[in-house]
């Protein structure tokens, strides 16, 4: 199990945290540097989970066709994205970066879902989709005090992570065996096709991206310009964040103790709460929000895996790929908006319309 999981992590933590996640970290200083208003930063933001959606979509035909070798595609589209993000003079390049780095997201998930399903026993199959989730949380770990040492070098720092990037694309290489899947029994577009049940799971996923894209896009931003905190606060409440999301590793268990509904359920209603505690004027609320949601923010992409995994059985990468399609159009239209109503009205107003649209998750059927 560890041979599977430990390689995964790693590459979870690249793609996502790494190449996805850590430029709301770092955008105050790309902004800066490409002299970036909040709306073209955020919209820049949007390439990330645009490329997330068009991967996930071609992911399960390139299963389908060469199995485990997407993991490697995976990894090499994250190193190339955070070497353009490094290297980029104005924002075209910078978007192309982001866009690429974004491309590694969407074939990832998939492909260690599929692999879990592959190389595991049915028994282990939810903990270890949900511990190989907790990467982007160690990767988040990892970039907070990277970022604190070397906040003025952010192009040698995206370096850096390239360089990690390309030791983990050699480490799930050498680990894992070039194995075809098997092949969807149906045509793929008539597997892809969810049940009532499966629509459920891509509204819940769908609305979860919808209200967690303004906390990954402006959280720091928030903290800095409306809070007054200082750059090492806000490097603090991002490694608070990441160290939580761990406890998403738990989600497998939690799973087969309570259901997947109330675990959907629970988890919704504090990353909603999330959203409007870090409104309160103390770092302290600030810390506590972080808490809740890098914990549950992981612990319910662990669900949607696990959810998705039983529903479209034997057919896993579709389904993961399906849930995670919904979220990543949700944090699309998500970060497209939060600017936008940023610039518009305020924060305080954003985070707590964004709160609010959450909730509406609960009213969801799960089955």
Known sequence: MKKIIFPGIALIAVCYAFGRFSYGLFMPEISEALQLDDAQSGAINSATYIAYCLSLLSAPLLINRIGHHVIQIAGVSAVLGLLGIALSPNAFVLTLGVFLAGLSTGL?????GNTVYAELAPEQQARGNSWINTGTSFGIIVSGPIYWLFTEYWRFTYIFFAVLGVVVVLWNRRVLSPRKTKPCTKSLWACMKPTRPGVALLMASLLTGISSAIYWTFARNFLTDEKGASDSEAVLFWI????????????????????????????????????????????????????????TYIFLTSVFIVWATRLFRPNTSI?????FLALGAGQFIGSSIAGYTIEMFSNTTAFLA??????????????
């Open 108 to 112: 990832a998930s998939p492909a260690l």
């Open 240 to 295: 608070v964040m990441g160290i939580m999301g761990i406890l998403g590793g738990c989600a497998g268990r939690i799973i087969e103790r309570i259901g997947i509904g109330w675990s959907y359920r629970i988890g919704l209603l504090l990353l909603s709460v999330s959203l409007g505690v870090i409104l309160l004027p103390s770092m302290a609320a600030s810390l506590v929000s972080a808490v809740m949601f890098g914990s």
């Open 354 to 367: 964004f709160a609010v649209l959450g909730l509406f998750g609960l009213l969801i059927r799960v089955k």
């Open 319 to 323: 389904g993961i790929s399906l849930a």
